[in-house]
T-cell receptor, first 114, second 115 residues
Framework: EAGVTQFPSHSVIEKGQTVTLRCDPI?????LYWYRRVMGKEIKFLLH????????ESGMPNNRFLAERTGGTYSTLKVQPAELEDSGVYFC????????????FGPGTRLTVT | DQQVKQNSPSLSVQEGRISILNCDYT??????FLWYKKYPAEGPTFLIS?????DKNEDGRFTVFLNKSAKHLSLHIVPSQPGDSAVYFC??????????????FGKGTKLSVKP
């Protein structure tokens, strides 16, 4: 079974630009989560999809962040316009329905905003 | 305010000895706890978990202990191996609350196992 994949692995952009991160969950996993880790700090929850619906987006920092999961498969997280404080590692995780807390993480996308 | 705290940023242990990683939490609604292991440039990998109805869960060299009254859990690794060197994250979940399984993480403890 293929694991969670994320693309790109690393992105360097200038302040004010737009970046789109992609996550492909494990096949059959209805739950998809986005987390972010700013250097040296804890991994923080951003939002949670169940299939194509946003279950909880209470962790999204502000309206510069937009997440989508069209068709309930892969998900994208767009940051527009990017700010310096958006730098960090963005992790995606997925889990089966009924086992939401047993989450499998992708390798992360390291975003650097200069 | 951090709900999950790992107060030791790092721990160094000799190969073959026991590693004990600690975690404290403040939210009494948490009912499921997990430990994740993370190597550089990789995502966190699930290691072991425990439900709040238990006080111990064991899987090979890894044992997690939960003390609900103290709101404290610990991960024991016996015997420690150099390959165990990684950052260990404690995470908690309120499975039936509004968070719907969202994990709350600590800041992590970097374990170094010396040969």
């Amino acid at each position: 079974e293929a694991g969670v994949t994320q693309f790109p692995s690393h992105s360097v952009i200038e302040k004010g630009q737009t970046v789109t991160l992609r996550c492909d969950p494990i096949s059959g996993h209805d739950n998809l989560y986005w987390y972010r880790r700013v250097m040296g700090k804890e991994i923080k929850f951003l939002l949670h999809f169940v299939k194509e619906s946003k279950q909880d987006e209470s962790g999204m920092p502000n309206n510069r962040f937009l997440a989508e999961r069209t068709g309930g498969t892969y998900s994208t997280l767009k940051v527009q316009p990017a700010e310096l404080e958006d730098s960090g590692v963005y992790f995606c995780a997925s889990s089966r329905q009924g086992l939401a807390y047993e989450q499998y993480f992708g390798p992360g996308t390291r975003l650097t905003v200069t | 305010d951090q709900q999950v705290k790992q107060n030791s940023p790092s721990l160094s242990v000799q190969e073959g000895r026991i590693s004990i990683l600690n975690c404290d939490y403040t939210n009494s609604m948490f009912d499921y706890f997990l430990w994740y292991k993370k190597y550089p440039a990789e995502g966190p990998t699930f290691l072991i978990s425990i439900s709040s109805i238990k006080d111990k869960n064991e899987d090979g060299r890894f044992t997690v202990f939960l003390n609900k009254s103290a709101k404290h859990l610990s991960l024991h690794i016996v015997p420690s191996q150099p390959g165990d060197s990684a950052v260990y994250f404690c995470a908690a979940s309120d499975r039936y609350g509004g968070s719907q399984g969202n994990l709350i993480f600590g800041k992590g403890t970097k374990l170094s196992v010396k040969p």
